[in-house]
Nanobody, 117 residues
Framework: QVQLVESGGGLVEPGGSLRLSCAAS????????MGWYRQAPGIQRELVAS???????NYADSVKGRFTISSDNAKNTVYLQMNSLKPEDTAVYYC???????????WGQGTQVTVSS
């Protein structure tokens, strides 16, 4: 089993910044991918950004140039730096851990991000 502990999120004005963190613990085997998904009311959960244990990153087109995903492999922690936030970024953000070899997937509890003036 893998446990995920998320932190960060909150309320920010348009144009502001937030940083999300997600720490993984438990049965962690490389290779793996960690990422952030988000879900707004009435909208399907979507990938925001992901990073593999080897450092390969992937971003949704809507956040490219504004969000940066990074990781500290020694701490099994992934970070999502979100800049130039827009109201449409408002959603519950979920951390995901996926074991690439075995295909198992684990989710965090979610953290609310609200962009509003």
């Amino acid at each position: 089993q893998v446990q995920l502990v998320e932190s960060g999120g909150g309320l920010v004005e348009p144009g502001g910044s937030l940083r999300l963190s997600c720490a993984a613990s438990g049965s962690i085997f490389r290779p793996y991918a960690m990422g952030w998904y988000r879900q707004a009311p009435g909208i399907q959960r979507e990938l925001v950004a992901s990073i593999t244990s080897s450092g390969t990153t992937n971003y949704a087109d809507s956040v490219k140039g504004r969000f940066t995903i990074s990781s500290d492999n020694a701490k099994n922690t992934v970070y999502l730096q979100m800049n130039s936030l827009k109201p449409e970024d408002t959603a519950v953000y979920y951390c995901n851990f996926r074991n690439i070899l075995y295909g198992s997937s684990h989710w965090g509890q979610g953290t609310q991000v609200t962009v509003s003036s």
